[in-house]
């Protein structure tokens, strides 16, 4: 009669209350749910349809909305109502485009017409001077001593060009489709845009409602957290990339640079990739600067650098602070992974959607130190 106790009792020492094995046992269940839904994933393709549908109108929606919302919160703070706020920010918003439709944008197209006529006399300034740097001493030397076939190189670096060109080609259909998507998220936009501003304030309390009673202080943190980790990053991001837009615009001005006006605007749209932006968009501007002559080349290398420089020690650190907490070296490999599972989508959403996986990954080990008492 005691041996069966004694097994029992083992049993449950060893597997019942250890708490590793329980965890263990929980993987292991968590791994067979993945794998069998992994092979009814046809059974989520309407799901998945919904969520493309869907995601890129509330990104861009989500984008205005947190650049706009203070604005109608502080005029809520001085006895205005939300809807007058969020009309006249409509009518100054459609005021502020038509400036830019009617002002900017033939300049924009002007400059890029002349880019496009003149990038054939690019090609053969840049082939030309390529030419004479093979030609030199020095590059013979360097042959000489490493075994290198610079005509393999050109050969090489061509067959790559033509099929990036032949892929490029066969995309058009995806692009169509993109900007299809693009269009239709635009005209979406103001009315997702208006019910967001006007009820967004519902919404947390409208989520908080599907948990569980005890979770719900613990739940409306998270909820707090990330919302203060998405909209820091938002604001923040845009507007240091408008400052460095400007201020490269009113150096390239000064220095006399061609096509300064779409240059600014590359560096200010790339600018919002951290650390990996500005590298992006300083290749076009070396490009046109090196054409036109080694030294504006130099003057161009000056502006851009002052240009980082006052961003890296006084417009960010004011702006964007240290409200991410995020390590530089962390958030390049993020970018980097992101990119390669998603794309340009991927790139753009990288930061601020690690900033959320953050927060939910520190409250849940916060929780899981607490109930496990593993920790202490």
């Not at 703070?77 to 409509?90: A, F, P, S």
Request: hydrophobic content about 55%; some cysteine; aromatic content about 12%.
């Amino acid at each position: 009669m005691n041996q069966p106790r004694v097994w029992s009792g083992r049993f449950r020492r060893l597997f019942l209350n250890n708490k590793f094995v329980l965890f263990l046992f929980i993987a292991l269940l968590v791994g067979v749910n993945v794998l069998v839904f992994s092979k009814i994933s046809f059974i989520f393709n309407p799901l998945w349809v919904l969520v493309k549908t869907i995601v890129l109108p509330i990104i861009l929606t989500g984008i205005v909305y947190y650049l706009l919302n203070p604005i109608v919160d502080f005029m809520e703070k001085r006895k205005v109502k939300r809807i007058y706020t969020i009309l006249c920010l409509y009518v100054l918003i459609i005021g502020i485009l038509t400036t830019v439709i009617t002002l900017i944008v033939p300049v924009i197209r002007e400059q890029l017409l002349g880019f496009f006529e003149n990038f054939p006399a690019y090609s053969q300034t840049i082939q030309t001077e390529f030419e004479k740097w093979i030609g030199s001493d020095l590059v013979t030397q360097f042959q000489t001593a490493t075994n290198l076939n610079t005509q393999e190189l050109v050969s090489s670096f061509s067959e790559r060009a033509t099929t990036i060109l032949n892929h490029t080609w066969s995309g058009i259909g995806g692009v169509l489709g993109v900007v299809k998507e693009l269009v239709l998220a635009i005209v979406t936009l103001p009315f997702i845009l208006f019910y967001l501003l006007k009820d967004g304030r519902k919404l947390p309390g409208y989520i908080l409602s599907f948990v569980p009673t005890k979770l719900r202080p613990g739940s409306l943190t998270v909820l707090q957290e990330t919302n203060h980790q998405i909209s820091s990053y938002i604001r923040g991001q845009i507007i240091v990339s408008m400052c460095i837009g400007v201020l490269l615009y009113i150096g390239y001005r000064i220095i006399g640079l061609e096509y300064s006006l779409v240059l600014a605007i590359v560096a200010a749209c790339t600018a919002i990739v951290p650390y990996l932006g500005p590298a992006i968009a300083i290749t076009p501007a070396i490009i046109v600067a090196a054409v036109t002559s080694p030294i504006m080349l130099l003057k161009m290398v000056i502006v851009w650098t002052v240009v980082q420089l006052v961003e890296g020690k006084f417009i960010s650190p004011q702006i964007m602070g240290k409200s991410l907490k995020i390590h530089p070296i962390t958030i390049i490999f993020v970018i980097l992974t992101s990119g390669n599972l998603f794309g340009v989508v991927g790139i753009l959403l990288a930061v601020p959607g690690y900033a959320v996986l953050k927060v939910l990954a520190h409250h849940v080990f916060d929780w899981f130190k607490m109930r496990s008492q593993m920790y202490l």
